[in-house]
C-alpha cells in the first residue's frame, strides 16, 4: 500500500469535509463480505449473490427473504438516489410510513400507529435505533443520515428484541463500518434553493488488527418558505456531522468497535402557516405566507458508543456488549403570535436530554437446530426542561405592558428509566419448518420535578390583574409489562417462504399537565398482532414479491383531548380501542433488456371502536364521537412505484429512473376533521446517473416532487392560539450530483 496515495486522499477529503459549503449522500452497495453491522469482521463465504440482501432484524444476520420480519431494507446508494438524507424523507419511498411535522418535533407513523405526544414524557411509537442506540426526542429526526450501510423499516410490533415501547415498529439506521482495505468516496451536489451539499468518507486499515473510518456531511439549502414580516426563509437546513470509528480485534475471537459523532444544526427550521381557526378556506399560497416572530432551531449534540463481542465461549456461544452515551443542546423558537391575546409572542423551547444505552446479550451459533439469544436492555434519559411562552412586545394601545415576558414558563427536570429482560428461542422442527417463541419483560420510570411559573396577564389576558404563582408539576409513573411472540415459518422451497406470527407489543404511558393544574397520568398503549406472510423469487431471482396480511387490536389509544382537570387546553389521554387491518406487497421484477420494476403498496383499514367520547381544547371544551373514524395519518392506500434502465453511452452506463408515489387521503387529528385533512395526492421523481466504465466518477441530475405539488405535512387546530396550524412537505427539488470513489 501506498502511504503517500492514502495521506494526499486523506488530505483532500478532509479539505472537502471542512469547507464552508458541504454535504449530500450517496454511498455504493456494500459487498456481501463487507464488515457486518455490528462491528465485526465478516466470516469467510462464497461470494454473495447480489439479489441476497443481508439484514439484521432478528439481532443476528440473515437473508432478507427468510427473515420471519415484514421488512423493507434500502441501501446507502439507493437511498440517494432517492434524495433520502433524513428519517422524514423516507415517507417518499416507503408505503407504510408517514411522517408528521410537529413545530420541529416530527414523528413516524407506520401501519397506522404513531405518537402524537412529542413531549419531555412522550415516547416514540416506532423508535428509530441508530446502529442500536435509541433516543426518545423527536427533534432529532431531522438530523442527517450519512455513510449509511442500509435502513431497515421493520413492521409491526418489535417488541422482543429491539430497544423499548416499538409498538408500530422500527426504523433501524446502520451506518458504514471500518473494513480491511483502503478506500472512501467524496460526494458534492448543488440545486436550486441554494442547496451545497458535501458528504464523504474515509477508510483506513492501521494494521491487520485496527482500522479507522471517518466520514463526515454538511447540508444547507436555504428556505422553501417566504415568511414575510419577519422576513425569513422557512422549511430550510442547515446540518453538519461528523463521525469517526474505530474496529479492532486484538486477538481470536474478540471484536471491537468505537464510535464517537458529533452533530450540529443552525437553521431556521420548520414553519407552519396560520390561518383562522376551523377555517375551510383554500390552502392558498404555501411558499409565501406571513409571519410575526422570529422562528430558530438551534441542536448541537455528541454521541459516544461502542461494542465488543467475544465468540469463543463454550458451546460456542458469543456474548456482546453494546452501550453508549449521548448528550443534545436543544434550541426551539416557534411564532406563538395569534388572535387570542394581543402580542407578538414567541414559544421558546430549551431541552438537553442526556441518554445512555447499555445492552448485554448472549447468542447460540445460527446453524444449529436450536438457536437462542437473551439479554438485558438498560435505558435512561435525563431531560433539562427551559421552556415557555414569551411575549416579544404587546399590540398598540393596550394599557398594561407585559412585553418581554414570559405568560408561563416551565422549569422541570425529568428521568425516565427503562429495564428490559429478553429472550428469543427458535426451533428446527424440521429441516424446513422452524418454530419462534421470544419474550419480554420491560419496566419503565417516568419521573418529573419542577415547576409552572404563570403570569394570566401576560398569558390569558392584559386586563387580569392576578400576580404571577407557581403550580408544582412533579409527576411520577411506573409500569411494568410482559410482551411476547410466537411464530412458524416454512422454507417451500429455497425462493419460498411462508411465516405467521402472533406478537404483542407495549408502549409506555406517561402523564402531562399544561401548566395550570396538576400532574395528570395516562397508561400505556398495547397492541395485539396476528400476520400472515410469503416472501418468494422467481425466474432465476429476476423477480421478487413479498406480502403480508396483518391484523392488530390497538388498546388504550393515547390522544390528545381536553380535560376539565387541567383547567384549560389540551393534553394526551387514553381514549379507547382501535383496530388496524392492512395488506403489504412489495414486487421487484427485471426484465432483461428492457428495465429493472419496483412496486410497494400499502392497503389500511383504520377505525376506532364505537362510543368513544373525546374532548377538543376548545372553551368551553365541545365533545365528540370518533367511533368509527380513522386513525391520524393512517391512509387508506399508498403506492410507490419506480422504473429505472440502463444504457450504453459513450464507453459508460446511463441509468434512468422515475419513481412516483400516490396516497389516498388521511386525517391529522382523531376528529377527522375536514381542515385537517390531506387530499389524495401524487408525486415524482426523476434521476439520471452516468459512470464511464473503469471510472471512479459518477455524475448524477435529479428532481424530486417533479410536478411540484404542495403536500401538507401537517395540520391541526391550535385552541391555544386559537389559529389552524399548516405545515408541508418539501416543494420541486432538482439538482446536479458528483461522487468520487477511491
Known amino acids: ?196 451539499n458535501l458528504e464523504g468518507a474515509v477508510n483506513v486499515p492501521v494494521s491487520d488488527k485496527v482500522q479507522l473510518r471517518f466520514s463526515g456531511v454538511e447540508r444547507h439549502h436555504t428556505g422553501y418558505r417566504n415568511v414575510t414580516g419577519v422576513n425569513l426563509r422557512g422549511d430550510d437546513e442547515g446540518n453538519k456531522s461528523g463521525r469517526l470509528q474505530v474496529a479492532f480485534q486484538p486477538f481470536a475471537g474478540f471484536q471491537g468497535l468505537l464510535s464517537y459523532q458529533k452533530d450540529k444544526t443552525d437553521a431556521v427550521g420548520d414553519v407552519a402557516k396560520t390561518m383562522a381557526l376551523g377555517s375551510m378556506a383554500p390552502i392558498g399560497d404555501a411558499r409565501t405566507f406571513p409571519g410575526y416572530a422570529p422562528v430558530l432551531t438551534k441542536i448541537d449534540g455528541h454521541r459516544t458508543r461502542w461494542e465488543f463481542s467475544y465468540d469463543r465461549l463454550p458451546w460456542d456461544l458469543t456474548l456482546t456488549y453494546a ?108 429441516p424446513d419448518l422452524k418454530l419462534t417463541v421470544g419474550a419480554r419483560y420491560s419496566r419503565d420510570e417516568k419521573e418529573r420535578v419542577g415547576q409552572s411559573r404563570l403570569l ?72 395485539k398482532s396476528f400476520e400472515v406472510g410469503s416472501k418468494n423469487q422467481f425466474w432465476n431471482r429476476q423477480l421478487k414479491f413479498n406480502a403480508s396480511l396483518f391484523y392488530m387490536d390497538y388498546q388504550n389509544y393515547q390522544a390528545s383531548q381536553a380535560s376539565d382537570a387541567l383547567s384549560s387546553g389540551t393534553g394526551v389521554f387514553n381514549v379507547g380501542k382501535a383496530t388496524i387491518k392492512g395488506l403489504e406487497t412489495e414486487l421487484v421484477a427485471t426484465v432483461p433488456d428492457v428495465a429493472r420494476f419496483d412496486v410497494n403498496a400499502t392497503l389500511l383499514n383504520t377505525k376506532f371502536g364505537e362510543g368513544i367520547i373525546v374532548s377538543d381544547g376548545a372553551s368551553p371544551a365541545q365533545p365528540h364521537d370518533i367511533g368509527g373514524h380513522r386513525l391520524p395519518n393512517a391512509p387508506s392506500f399508498v403506492l410507490t412505484a419506480g422504473v429505472q434502465r440502463g ?55 435529479y428532481a424530486n416532487n417533479l410536478t411540484d405539488r404542495d403536500v401538507l405535512a401537517n395540520a391541526q387546530h391550535n385552541y391555544t392560539g386559537q389559529v389552524n396550524t399548516i405545515q408541508f412537505q418539501p416543494p420541486r427539488t432538482f439538482g446536479v450530483r458528483v461522487r468520487y470513489d477511491f
Open 1 to 196: 500500500m501506498q502511504y503517500k496515495r492514502i495521506l494526499e486522499c486523506l488530505l483532500a477529503s478532509g479539505a472537502l469535509l471542512m469547507s464552508a459549503n458541504t454535504a449530500f449522500a450517496q454511498v455504493a452497495p456494500q459487498p456481501a463480505d463487507a464488515a457486518p453491522a455490528d462491528g465485526k469482521k465478516a466470516e469467510a463465504a462464497p461470494k454473495a449473490d447480489a439479489n441476497i440482501v443481508v439484514v439484521t432484524a432478528n439481532r443476528v444476520r440473515t437473508n432478507a427473504q427468510t427473515t420471519a420480519v415484514a421488512l423493507n431494507v434500502y441501501n446507502g446508494a439507493a437511498l440517494a438516489d432517492a434524495g433520502v438524507s433524513n428519517v422524514q424523507a423516507l415517507q417518499a419511498i416507503d408505503s407504510s410510513v408517514n411522517v408528521t411535522s410537529n413545530n420541529g418535533a416530527a414523528y413516524v407513523a407506520v401501519r397506522g400507529i404513531a405518537s402524537t405526544d412529542t413531549t419531555e414524557t412522550g415516547d416514540p411509537a416506532v423508535p428509530i435505533g441508530r446502529d442500536g442506540f435509541f433516543t426518545n426526542r423527536s427533534f432529532g429526526i431531522a438530523s442527517s443520515m450519512y455513510d449509511v450501510e442500509r435502513i431497515e423499516v421493520l413492521k409491526g410490533p418489535q417488541g422482543t428484541l429491539f430497544g423499548r415501547n416499538s409498538t408500530g415498529g422500527l426504523i433501524n439506521i446502520i451506518t458504514a463500518k471500518p473494513r480491511e482495505e483502503f478506500g472512501g468516496y467524496v460526494s458534492a451536489d448543488v440545486g436550486n434553493y441554494n442547496t451545497v
Open 323 to 430: 452501550g453508549g452515551y449521548d448528550s443534545q443542546e436543544y434550541h426551539h423558537r416557534t411564532d406563538a403570535t395569534g388572535p387570542a391575546y394581543p402580542a407578538t409572542r414567541q414559544f421558546i423551547q430549551s431541552e438537553q436530554p442526556d441518554t445512555r444505552n447499555h445492552e448485554v446479550r448472549i447468542s447460540t451459533p445460527l446453524k444449529g437446530r436450536v438457536t437462542a439469544q437473551a439479554g438485558y436492555f438498560y435505558f435512561t434519559e435525563r431531560n433539562l426542561i427551559d421552556s415557555g411562552v414569551f411575549n416579544l412586545a404587546m399590540n398598540p394601545g393596550i394599557p398594561i405592558d407585559f412585553s418581554n415576558t414570559y405568560g408561563i414558563k416551565f422549569d422541570y427536570v425529568i428521568r425516565t428509566k427503562t429495564q428490559g429482560l429478553f429472550s428469543q428461542v427458535g426451533w428446527n422442527i424440521t
Open 456 to 527: 394570566l396577564g401576560a398569558l390569558a389576558s392584559p386586563f387580569i390583574p392576578v400576580p404571577a404563582f407557581t403550580v408544582p408539576g412533579d409527576g411520577h409513573v411506573k409500569e411494568s409489562k410482559p410482551t411476547w411472540q410466537v411464530g412458524l415459518d416454512y422454507t417451500l422451497t429455497p425462493q419460498n417462504f411462508l411465516y405467521t406470527k402472533y406478537a404483542t407489543g407495549y408502549k409506555s404511558g406517561g402523564f402531562n399537565s399544561n401548566g395550570s393544574a396538576a400532574s395528570l397520568p395516562y397508561a400505556a398503549e398495547t397492541v
Open 647 to 701: 444504457f450504453d453511452v459513450a464507453g459508460g452506463e446511463l441509468t434512468a429512473r422515475l419513481s412516483a408515489k400516490y396516497s389516498t387521503e388521511y386525517f391529522y387529528s382523531v376528529f377527522n376533521n375536514p381542515d385537517e385533512r390531506q387530499g389524495s395526492y401524487t408525486t415524482l421523481n426523476a434521476l439520471l446517473k452516468y459512470r464511464h466504465e473503469g471510472s471512479n466518477w459518477e455524475y448524477q441530475a
